[in-house]
């Protein structure tokens, strides 16, 4: 947002809001292979709930969980961007910062697996 525009107020300033989150969102889609991966689960997840017709309960835990993997990942690519920012020498606390947030997408995804797992497997049992 322009340095001028912070102190605004209305519908101008969200609608200037709304696209800087979308372009940031676009980046990361473009630029993040992780991202593009946890996209492709997510549609095949959301292919999976409607083929056996997941219930309501089920579909807001799976949508909470995928956008919680989603999330994570676009604020740990923030992260890595500022860091890359301060330094582009090695140093231990940009690697510790960088693992960090690769942290909070692992644990997000592990914590998705064992949801969908709970959801999923009684499902297939079912058709076999
Ligand atoms: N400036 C740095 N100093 C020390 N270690 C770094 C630095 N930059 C990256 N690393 C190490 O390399 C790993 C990979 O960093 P990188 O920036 O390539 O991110 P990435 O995990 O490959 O993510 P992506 O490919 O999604 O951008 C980090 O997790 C960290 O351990």
């Not at 800087?20 to 709930?49: D, F, K, P, W």
């Not at 606390?93 to 644990?107: P, Q, T």
């Not at 997000?108 to 058709?127: K, R």
């Amino acid at each position: 947002m322009a340095l001028e525009d912070r102190n605004r107020r209305g519908l101008k300033r969200l609608l200037r809001s709304f696209n800087y989150a979308i372009s940031g969102l676009g980046y990361v889609i473009r630029h993040e292979q992780n991202m593009q991966i946890h996209l492709a689960s997510t549609i095949a997840i959301c292919g999976l709930a409607w083929f056996f017709s997941v219930s309501a309960t089920e579909w807001v835990l799976l949508l909470l969980v995928m956008g919680g993997v989603l999330t994570a990942e676009t604020l740990n690519t923030a992260i890595e961007r500022t860091v890359d920012l301060v330094t582009e020498d090695f140093h231990p606390l940009a690697k510790r910062a960088k693992d960090i947030g690769a942290a909070s997408v692992f644990i997000f995804c592990i914590i998705a697996i064992i949801i969908g797992a709970i959801i999923f497997v009684p499902y297939f049992i079912n058709i076999l």
